[in-house]
């Protein structure tokens, strides 16, 4: 996104991916098995919220915003064709946004890390609404320069000093159709701390809080221990999971059905007011993709359920003998699968030699995660589940927050958010206004990272029973990446074109769920009853509504990558780290241009699902031979 009130919510990203617990430089406790991990260090940042920093940074950012909108409001479009004068103020435009984006980040971060702890959550809130103060003086600027005419912005881009932001203006003209005037964007700034921004934070609240009564586990657990049962060898443990999570989701499911109720209307409201006729359409255009392509992509993948997602789930069912699974049983390890808990440093091994293999230039950014305690890994009471890389501001450096658990998924979790970490620190010399990168285009390292690190392993994997555990244990998550998202996808559209007819009920929200579920999974897979509610938990349905087509766009562009880089395409490693640096800069059409590749057309995202269908030929035949 290219406004300033986007960079102000870094803060919101970062808690909504994941988080808490108090972050300091010291090693955690992983356990015996898991050996010693790090607890991310926020110093870079802020030395603590009451440091002296923190409130400098506050004052010269609102005296920065003072000062441009006592230069510029009102006068910019006169400005026109000055490109030395443009120059000049998106330069302290630029400034200013690097100084909000650290202390909205660092705010968020802290909050992100103890969700629980109510100095930090006090914390997030006021910065939160000063930063909201600041931006809100602001909006003026970029409706302003969407004032200048065409002919007088083209002019004035020929000055040497504003010709790479060339890209910032031609992203700003997009969002022009979209914007209203300067009273009304006041007004819906001012608003969101208090409508959205205040029901993605009791959702985060809310999720952390939760504790599940798992038969047979003695003290009740978070949400992320509760999950990660699902994937336990022991049948027994991964329903009485799944009954625990049934039974929270369903006391709970009133209020989750009131906030998505809420938000779904208060993105109504915002998408009607500025003129967006698709549902999704926002999101569109927030990851610069055209509608026409995400569609192709949904249609290629809904297409692809029977040859990927249920010839799977039939073979899975067969090998842990029965006919069908039910749903608790998706995710469950092969029968024979060796169970080994993989401590962190041998994780973080596996993965800088996975990088190291394909660039040690790679590898080099992605040591310094580990050596500076950019990553926070343990799992700690009251921490939020999931995963996450926040890129801060390109004057700092991004954060890892991940749940390290020892199991193979870990470690793909691992190079997962280290791409997207080495993406971003590749990406930062181009500055606040041009560094960040849409999510289509976001997930690419990161789901790059996760093939490097898989093939690595299964270079080194000569056992077959291994083998065979290591390729469905990849099929399985990417079924999770492509398939389940875009099942996802679909989800969301049915509930907000729905909303927009009236308010939904929690059994409404239930039978939407189960469809696109039963669609996804196949006939193979039996979702009991308790399923219906597990659309509660879903963060990226709250924090950012549509988001989740994106990892399904980044799987199928990196497998149609990844398949050129074994084919030896020329110059690939060059391209690849091309693509990175350029950021937000450069259009998808643009990146993929030097190799080849075209996603508006059908047979690119049949070329990335053919990958995945090809690994469920290999189990196959690995079956046949047994």
């Known amino acids: 996104m290219s406004d300033l009130s986007a960079i102000k919510n870094a803060a919101v990203s970062a808690a909504s991916l994941a988080a808490h617990n108090a972050a300091d430089a010291a090693a955690g406790d ?16 802020y030395a603590a919220p009451d440091s002296k920093d923190v409130t400098r940074d506050l004052d010269k950012a609102r005296a920065a915003a003072t000062d441009i909108q006592s230069r510029y409001q009102g006068k910019l479009a006169a400005i026109g064709a000055d490109g030395a004068a443009l120059a000049e103020a998106l330069h302290a435009y630029e400034a200013l946004s690097d100084v909000l984006g650290r202390l909205g980040s660092y705010a968020g971060l802290l909050y992100a890390a103890n969700t629980a702890d109510p100095a930090a959550s006090k914390f997030y809130g006021d910065i939160q609404e000063r930063l909201t103060q600041i931006s809100t003086d602001l909006l003026f600027f970029e409706l302003e320069m969407n004032q200048i005419a065409d002919a007088d912005l083209a002019t004035a881009l020929t000055h ?14 997009k969002e022009k159709p979209f914007q209203l005037d300067e009273q009304l964007e006041k007004l819906f700034l001012e608003k969101s701390s208090t409508s959205r921004g205040s029901w993605n934070r009791l959702f985060n609240e809310t999720m952390t809080a939760l504790r599940f009564e798992v038969a047979g586990e003695g003290e009740d657990m978070a949400l992320e221990q509760t999950l990660n049962l699902l994937t336990h060898a022991d049948g027994d443990k991964r329903r009485a999971a799944a009954e ?22 208060d993105k109504e409201i915002s998408d009607r007011w500025r003129g967006f006729k698709d549902v999704a359409q926002s999101r569109h255009l927030a990851n610069r993709v055209e509608g026409e392509v995400v569609d192709a992509l949904v249609a290629a993948v809904r297409e692809s359920y029977p040859k990927i997602s249920h010839r799977y789930y039939k073979m899975k069912a067969k090998w842990l003998g029965s006919e069908t699974l039910a ?16 401590p962190w440093s041998q994780a973080q091994s596996i993965v800088l030699q996975a990088y190291g293999g394909f660039a040690p230039q790679m ?69 606040p206004l041009l560094a960040p990168t849409p999510l289509t285009l976001a997930e690419t390292a990161s789901v790059f990272g996760e093939m490097l690190t898989f093939k690595a392993l299964l270079a080194q994997t000569t056992e077959p029973k291994e083998r065979k555990a290591l390729i469905a244990s990849k099929v399985e998550d990417m079924i999770n990446t492509v398939v389940r998202q875009i099942a996802f996808y679909s989800f969301e559209r049915k509930v907000h ?21 039963d669609e996804s999974l196949g006939p193979v897979i039996e979702c009991k009853a308790g399923y219906e509610n597990f659309w509660t938990y879903i963060p990226h349905f709250i924090h950012s509504p549509f988001y989740v087509y994106a990892y ?18 020329p110059d690939f490693v060059a391209k690849y780290f091309d693509m990175l640096k350029a950021g937000g800069t450069k259009h998808h059409s643009e990146l993929l241009a030097p190799f080849g590749l075209d996603a508006s057309k059908p047979e690119f995202w049949h070329k990335g699902l053919s990958i995945i269908e090809g690994m469920i030929d290999e189990l196959e035949q690995m079956d046949a031979q047994e």
């Open 30 to 45: 992983g356990g015996d098995e898991l050996g010693a991990m790090p607890q991310w260090d926020l110093s870079d940042l």
């Open 160 to 173: 040497a000093d504003l010709k790479r932001f060339t890209p910032w203006f031609d992203d700003l003209r």
């Open 244 to 265: 625990a999570l049934s039974d929270v989701f369903a006391n709970n499911v009133r209020l989750f059905t009131l906030m998505t109720n809420t938000l779904a209307k």
């Open 327 to 342: 749903h608790w049983d998706r995710n469950a390890p092969l029968p024979d699968k060796p169970e080994r808990v993989i």
């Open 363 to 431: 590898a080099d950014v992605a040591k310094t995660f580990f050596d500076k305690n950019w990553i926070d890994a343990p799992v700690r009471d009251g921490k939020s589940p999931g995963a996450f890389s926040h890129p801060t501001v390109p004057s700092a450096h991004p954060y890892i927050l991940m749940n390290y658990q020892g199991k193979s998924r870990d470690v793909m979790t691992l190079a997962h958010e280290l791409g997207h970490g080495v993406h971003q620190v590749l990406a930062a010399p181009q500055g």
């Open 497 to 517: 074109e729905a909303r927009r007819e009236g308010e939904l009920t929690s059994e409404q929200l239930g039978e939407m769920w189960m469809s696109v579920q």
């Open 552 to 569: 399904a766009f980044g799987d199928c562009l990196v497998n149609s990558l990844y398949a050129l880089y074994e084919e030896a395409h």
